[in-house]
């Protein structure tokens, strides 16, 4: 079993900057991705935010066009996303989302981009 928690979120203006955490806890393997999805309205399910794996490969969702960086800590198990020039479309619940053998998933925090 893993655990997730999940910090940061809130409220920023438009263009502003919010940075994300997440730490697993529990039995983790030595090779692993980690990662956060996010739930915008009017857009169905959750859908890639970034990811980064044990090899320190990582991707981004084709919505971020530079502007969010994702990086790890692996001593501690630790996943930071530091978004930049956010957008009113990125309101919506961000989901730190971890992979092995099987996925788990964070409950969520409450992004939003607003006056």
């Known amino acids: 079993q893993v655990h997730l928690v999940e910090s940061g979120g809130g409220l920023v203006q438009p263009v502003g900057s919010l940075r994300l955490s997440c730490a697993a806890s529990?039995?983790?393997?030595?090779?692993?991705?980690m990662g956060w999805y996010r739930q915008v309205p009017d857009n169905g399910g959750r859908e890639l935010v970034s990811?980064?794996?044990?090899?320190?490969?990582?991707q981004y969702g084709d919505f971020v066009n530079g502007r969010f960086v994702i990086t790890r800590d692996g001593a501690k198990t630790t996943v930071d996303l530091q978004m930049n020039n956010l957008e009113p479309e990125g309101t919506g619940v961000y989901y730190c989302?971890?992979?092995?053998?099987?996925?788990?998933w964070g409950q969520g925090t409450q992004v939003t981009v607003s006056k």
């Open positions: 529990g039995a983790i393997s030595l090779v692993y991705r």
């Open positions: 990811w980064i794996n044990t090899d320190n490969n990582m």
């Open positions: 989302h971890f992979r092995h053998w099987r996925e788990y």
